[in-house]
């Protein structure tokens, strides 16, 4: 089905947005950004954000590649899933798929942080995806580890929903208030922006997925445990990561043995903000090394 395109809007920053589903089944709405020109390169974020986590490293990004930053359903400007449509890994991964070759795109680079990072380890396990980079991807905890992160989440989630908009607005304009929203997922969070800081907030307030995903997340299935053959994967790891501690990344190498483990330095669970050089750099040497 071809994309629809929406006008981009200075409330919505997601430029367009693709449908997708055939055959009976229910249709399923996906936003996107897409900027540059080259090999296609797909980016997914984690749970709770949006495509604009991505911002950081794009222009970069899209000088070498036709890049699409998505936003996950039920996340951003995506809305949530129609009504029987599941959250779990073997739904949304086809989605993926589907969205890329409603796009016109084959078999993407495909780049993804937390949530979006076991996303595109599954889509190169299925074979939609030319190579994976995966930074502090989900999929590679322990029960322990999983309580911990899932409540973590859980307080970020509640204190956005009690938070009143004038008071996050107040919040962002200082450092220590964008310490205080994002310290857990940032290492550096005054490098956040206030506007940033406040969308992501609202998004993460918003998301009609959070729940759902957060469930599925529970299920064995939801942990990754197979081997990715054949394609480029690197794993990047932030040694200040408080969400996925960095030791799961050790997991991950001994699940794929054939990937690359990179040590992100001085980054958070979202490293793209925390040192967008070193993200672009690390996510460009695995497209290339297809080459």
């Not at 920053?13 to 540059?36: C, F, M």
């Not at 989440?153 to 908009?165: H, S």
Request: with cysteine.
């Amino acid at each position: 089905m071809p994309a629809v395109f929406t006008p981009q809007t200075p409330a919505r920053r997601s430029a367009s947005v693709v449908e997708v589903g055939a055959d009976g089944r229910p249709t399923v709405q996906l936003a996107y950004e897409r900027r540059g020109r080259g090999e296609p390169m797909l980016l997914l974020h984690g749970i709770g954000h949006h495509w604009q986590a991505w911002e950081p490293v794009l222009t970069v990004l899209a000088g070498s590649y036709d890049v699409i930053a998505l936003d996950l359903p039920g996340f951003g400007d995506s809305p949530g899933l129609p009504e029987g449509v599941s959250y779990g890994l073997e739904s949304v991964v086809p989605l993926l798929a589907e969205a890329c070759a409603a796009l016109g795109v084959g078999r993407p680079h495909v780049v993804g942080n937390s949530l979006g990072g076991l996303l595109a380890l599954e889509m190169g396990l299925h074979g939609s995806a030319r190579s994976v980079t995966a930074l502090s991807p989900a999929g590679f905890f322990t029960r322990p580890e999983r309580v911990y992160a899932y409540a973590v989440l859980r307080g970020m989630r509640a204190g956005a929903r009690a938070l009143p908009d004038p008071v996050l607005s107040l919040l962002a304009r200082t450092a220590a208030g964008r310490a205080t929203l994002t310290s857990t997922i940032y290492a550096r969070p005054g490098r956040r922006s206030a506007d940033a800081v406040v969308a992501e907030t609202r998004a993460l307030r918003q998301a009609p997925g959070f729940a759902p995903v957060l469930a599925e997340g529970q299920r064995p299935g939801a942990l990754f445990s197979q081997d990715v053959p054949d394609i480029p994967v690197t794993i990047g790891w932030g040694d200040r990561d408080r969400l996925l501690l960095r030791r799961q990344g050790i997991r991950a190498k001994r699940t794929i043995p054939g990937a690359r483990l990179v040590r992100l330095r001085g980054c958070g669970h979202v490293p793209m903000n925390d040192d967008p050089a070193t993200v672009a750099r690390v996510i460009t040497d695995t497209a290339r090394a297809l080459a």
